[in-house]
Nanobody
Framework: QTQLVESGGGLVQDGGSLRLSCAAS????????MGWFRQAPGKEREFVAA????????YYADSVKGRFAISRDNPKNTVYLQMNSLKPEDTAVYYC???????????????????WGQGTQVTVSS
C-alpha cells in the first residue's frame, strides 16, 4: 500500500509563497504520475497540477499557471508544489495523489488516481 504524506502548508499573506512537499513510500516512485489537487470549503475537489514519472509531461490548471510549479525528485520519492503569488482564493486543503500512467488526459482527473495523501491546509490571508 503506497502512502503519501504532505507537508509545507500554513498561513501566508496575499502575494506570499509556500512550497508543499509530498513524500511517497512507493519504491517504484518513478513509475507513478503525481498530482496535486485542492478542495476549498463548500467546493468540489479540483485539479491543480500533475507531473509524469519522467517529468516530461507537466500540466497545470489555468487558475495557477504562471504562479505554481510542480517538480519531483525521484531518488527522494518526493514531489513538490512551489506556490508563488498566492491569492486568498488559493485557500484550500491541498492533496497529493499518485497513479500509474494511463493517458495524458487522465493526469488531470482525480478519479484515475489510486493513492491519496491526508492533505495539508493552505490559508492565504488578504
Amino acid at each position: 500500500q503506497t502512502q503519501l504524506v504532505e507537508s509545507g502548508g500554513g498561513l501566508v499573506q496575499d502575494g506570499g509563497s509556500l512550497r508543499l512537499s509530498c513524500a511517497a513510500s512507493e519504491r517504484t516512485f518513478s513509475n507513478y504520475v503525481m498530482g496535486w489537487f485542492r478542495q476549498a470549503p463548500g467546493k468540489e475537489r479540483e485539479f491543480v497540477a500533475a507531473i509524469s514519472g519522467s517529468s516530461i509531461r507537466i500540466y497545470y490548471a489555468d487558475s495557477v499557471k504562471g504562479r505554481f510549479a510542480i517538480s519531483r525528485d525521484n531518488p527522494k520519492n518526493t514531489v513538490y508544489l512551489q506556490m508563488n503569488s498566492l491569492k486568498p482564493e488559493d485557500t484550500a486543503v491541498y492533496y497529493c495523489a499518485a497513479q500509474l500512467w494511463r493517458t495524458a488526459q487522465a493526469m488531470a482527473l482525480d478519479r484515475w488516481y489510486d493513492y491519496w495523501g491526508q492533505g495539508t491546509q493552505v490559508t492565504v490571508s488578504s
